[in-house]
C-alpha cells in the first residue's frame, strides 16, 4: 500500500512539473535555454564523433545531404508551424471545436505540401543535386543523392509530425518535452554511429538521423493528449485556416529567401576546394549555440505572451517587453561574441577536435568562426525582432528585409570569391554583415511603428556593454597566451577545456565587474536568472521529497 502511494505520488509529481504551465518570458527562456545548452552539447558530441570517423571530405558529402531535405523542412515547420501556427492556436484555444477543426485543417494541408514536395523532389534529385554542387565529382554527387533520398523519406514526415507537436507545447507554454525531444535525437544519431560505422560507413550516422526523428515525434505524443486540441481528417476551409494561408505566405517566401542564401553558401563552398562546405558549417554551427541558447530560447518563450499583450491592446506593457529583452538580449550575447573571437583555436579543437579533424580544418574553421561572431549580437536580437512583427499577426516586413539582407549577403559572398578570390572565411563575413543589416533595419521598423521605443537610452546602454566587454576581452586574451603552454599542456583535449574554462571564468568575471562600475541594470538580469534556477531546483526536489 506505502509502495503504491509513493509510486502515485511520484508520477504525480512527475507529470507536474513536465507539463508545468511557464507564467512569464523570463521563466520559459530559462528553462528553454537550459534544454537548448543540453540540446547543444550533444549536437557538439555529435559534431565531434562524425569527426573522429570521418575526414572533412566525407563530412563534406554527410552535410551537404541535408541540404535539400532542410529546405522543405524550414518552410514547412520554420516558415508555417514554430511561428504562424502558435498566434493561430492562441486565438481559438477557448472554443474546443474551433480549435480542433482549424487546427486539423491546417496540419492536414502541411502534411499534403510535405507529400508532394517528398516525391517530386525524390523523382528529379539526380538533376538537383548536380547543380547545387558543381565543385563536386560524380561519385560525390552520386552519395550525396542516396543520403538526401534517405532523409527525405525516413526523416522528414517524423520531424513534422514531432514540430507541430512542438508548436502545441509552446502555444499552451509547456516548455519541458520540446525541449527534451531534440536530445533524444542526438543521443539517437551518437549511439547509431559507434555502434553501425564498421558495417554502415558513412549510412550509419544517416540511420541515426531517421531514428532520431523517430523518437523525437514519439516523445511528445504526451503533448497532444494533455492539449484541448483533437485532430480530424478533414481540409475545411475554416477562417483560421484562411488566416494562417494569409500569415504563412509571406513567412514561407522568407524562408525560402533564406534558403536559397544556404543554398548559394553550399554551392560556393563547392567551389573553394574539398572540405570547405564542412569548415563553412561548422563554424557556422558553433556560432549558433550561443544564438539557440539566448536568442531562439527568447523568441520562442516571447511569442506567446506578445501575442497575448498585443490582442489585449497593452502597448505601454508591450514596448517594455521589447525594450527590456532587447538590452538583456545585447548584455548576453555582447560578451560571447568577444570570447569566441579571441578565444576560436581553442573552441573549434574542443568542439571537432576530431582524430580526422586535422590542423589546416581546425585553423580554417576558427577563422571562418570568428567572422561569424562579429554578427553574434545582432544574430541572437533577430529571432526575437521577428516575433514581435508575427505577435502583431505581420509576416510581410520579417519577408521585405529579409529579401533585401540576403540579396546583401550575396552580392558580398559572389564578389568575396569570383572577383577578390577570398577563402571560406568571407562567406562568413558576408553572412555577418546581412545580419547586422537585417536586424537593425527590423528594430527601426518596429520602433517607428510603436512611437519610440527609447533608442538613445538603447545605444547608450549597448554601448557601455561594447566598451566592458572589449576591456574584459583584452585582459583575457593577454590571460590565455601567458596561459598556453606555460600552465596547460594544450596537446592534450582535457587540458584544451581547462585553459577555456579558466580563460572564459576571469573574461566573464571581468565583464560583470565592469558592468558594475559602469551601473548597467542588466547586471540584475543574473539575479534573476539565479532565483530562477532555485525555483526548478525545487520543483526537481518535491519530486523526490514529498513521497519520502
Known sequence: ??????????????????????????????????MI??????????????AGYFNKEELDIFFASFRIPDIIFEILITG?????????????????????????????????????FVVIISLFLDRIIPALTPGYDLAKMEKIINLSR?????????????????????????????????????????????????????????????????????????LFFSSDFSYQFILKRTKGLTEFIKMVIPRAFTVIVAQIDATID???????????????????????LPVSVIGIAFGQASLPYLTEMFQEKKIDEYKKIIYDSLLNLFYLTI??????????????R????????????????????????????????YYFLTRCFYSMHDSRTPFYVSVFSILVNTVLSLLSIFVFHLPVWALALSFSVSMIVN???????????????????????????????????????????????????????????????????????????LSWLFNLKEIYLLTSLILKLKEYQKKFTEIYIQYE
Open 335 to 348: 560578451p560571447i561574441a568577444f570570447l569566441f573571437v579571441f578565444a576560436r583555436t581553442p573552441l573549434v
Open 150 to 222: 534517405l532523409l527525405l523519406l525516413g526523416q522528414l514526415p517524423f520531424f513534422v509530425l514531432g514540430n507541430f507537436l512542438t508548436g502545441i507545447g509552446q502555444a499552451n507554454k509547456t516548455f519541458f518535452l520540446s525541449a527534451l525531444a531534440p536530445i533524444i535525437y542526438n543521443l539517437a544519431i551518437i549511439i547509431t554511429t559507434i555502434f553501425l560505422y564498421p558495417t554502415l560507413f558513412l549510412f550509419a550516422p544517416i540511420w541515426g538521423v531517421v531514428i532520431g526523428a523517430f523518437f523525437l515525434f514519439v516523445i511528445q505524443i504526451p
Open 439 to 513: 536586424s537593425s533595419v527590423l528594430f527601426i521598423i518596429i520602433s517607428m511603428r510603436l512611437k519610440g521605443l527609447g533608442l538613445r537610452s538603447i545605444f547608450v546602454e549597448i554601448g557601455k556593454m561594447f566598451f566592458s566587454a572589449f576591456l574584459s576581452a583584452f585582459i583575457s586574451y593577454f590571460s590565455m597566451k601567458f596561459l598556453d603552454g606555460l600552465i596547460f599542456d594544450t596537446t592534450r583535449t582535457i587540458n584544451v577545456f581547462f585553459l577555456l574554462s579558466t580563460v572564459t571564468l576571469i573574461h566573464f568575471s571581468l565583464y560583470l565587474f
Open 1 to 34: 500500500m506505502m509502495y503504491n502511494l509513493i509510486v502515485e505520488r511520484f508520477f504525480k509529481n512527475t507529470k507536474n512539473f513536465i507539463f508545468a504551465q511557464q507564467k512569464s518570458i523570463f521563466s520559459s527562456a530559462v528553462l528553454l535555454s537550459f
Open 37 to 50: 545548452v543540453l540540446t547543444s552539447l550533444f549536437g557538439f558530441l555529435r559534431y565531434r564523433i562524425l
Open 266 to 288: 553550399l554551392t560556393l563552398t563547392t567551389l573553394l576546394g574539398s572540405g570547405a562546405y564542412t569548415v563553412f558549417y561548422l563554424a557556422q554551427h558553433l556560432q549558433l
Open 80 to 116: 508555417a508551424l514554430t511561428s504562424t501556427f502558435i498566434p493561430i492556436y492562441l486565438k481559438y484555444k477557448n472554443n474546443k471545436k474551433e480549435l480542433s477543426e482549424n487546427i486539423s485543417s491546417i496540419v492536414n494541408l502541411i502534411f499534403i505540401l510535405l507529400t508532394v
Open 350 to 381: 574542443l568542439f571537432f577536435g576530431g582524430q580526422k579533424f586535422d590542423w589546416e580544418a581546425t585553423v580554417s574553421t576558427a577563422v571562418t568562426l570568428s567572422y561569424f561572431s562579429i554578427s553574434l549580437p545582432f544574430h541572437g536580437c
